[in-house]
Each structure stands twice: as C-alpha cells, then as structure tokens.
C-alpha cells in the first residue's frame, strides 16, 4: 500500500499543479453581476485563494521532504483495499462531475457528480442523497438570485 508521507508528497504537488493552472484559466475570467460594480477584477477573488491554497501546498511539500515525518512511518493511506476502491471510485466520479460540468453545464453536473460521489463512497441513506441535491440547488439559487451570474 502507498505510505502517508509519499502520499502527501504527490498530493501536495498535483496540488501546486493545479493550483497553476486555475489560475491561468482565472486570467481569462469577465467581471459579471456584483463583481462588476465591486472595482476588482473578476479574477482577484480565485487568484487569491488558489495563490493561499499553493502555498499551504508548499509548505506541506517542504515540511514533508526536508524533515521526513508527520506522524507514523509506517502508516499506510488505506487500511483496506475496499477504502482504496472508494477513494479510487470518488476520483473517478469526480472527473466524471468535471466532464459533464464542461459539456452540459452545473445543473446536469449538480445533479450527476453530487449522486455519484455518494454512490462511490458507499452511501446507502436516501437521505444524504436528498440533502446533497439540495445542497446543489441552494448554491445554484445563491448565485443565480443573489449574485446576479447565469450558469
């Protein structure tokens, strides 16, 4: 099985990876709605977080390769190979959520990625599934009626 530290590793530079390319694609943003009136640019706001965000990632990156530890050596990142399915299914329905973000727009993703998360990671209670959707639509309702964007 993968090891924490080699794990976090990885992690933390997919991070800063990322981290890098929303922010070329931030550079691209329009100002829209209240952004507009605000006097920064539309791109200030996810720059600025995806900016924080790498350097966490770097900081974590650092700490793990100069020193070599954050808690036990040995430790594995899946105590079982069902946990390694889960968490290899969440990411699969992730990219899956992304796909169809792009092609189709928020509300298909909101409805396809947010089932299909739960779905991954084994959730059995309708319930959950309910307040995932609703938790969708209440986020599309903040910004469509709140902020003034179209999806």
Not at 33 to 53: D, V
Not at 63 to 89: I, M
Request: proline share 3%; with cysteine; net charge neutral.
């Amino acid at each position: 099985m993968l090891t924490q530290r080699l794990a976090n590793i990885v992690f933390a530079v997919l991070v800063i990876i990322a981290c890098a390319y929303f922010a070329v694609v931030a550079q691209g943003f329009e100002a829209a709605g209240l952004l507009a009136s605000s006097g920064l640019p539309s791109r200030f706001f996810p720059q600025l977080l995806l900016g924080f965000t790498a350097l966490c990632a770097a900081v974590v990156l650092y700490v793990y390769v100069s020193k070599g530890e954050a808690g036990d050596e040995g430790q594995t990142v899946f105590a079982s190979s069902a946990e390694a399915r889960h968490g290899l299914l969440a990411l699969v329905a992730a990219i899956v959520g992304y796909m169809v973000w792009l092609n189709f727009g928020y509300v298909a993703m909101a409805l396809v990625s947010g089932p299909l998360l739960c779905l991954a990671m084994g959730v059995r209670n309708p319930v959950i599934y309910g307040v995932v959707l609703a938790l969708a639509a209440g986020v599309y309702l903040v910004f469509t009626q709140l902020l003034g964007t179209q999806f």
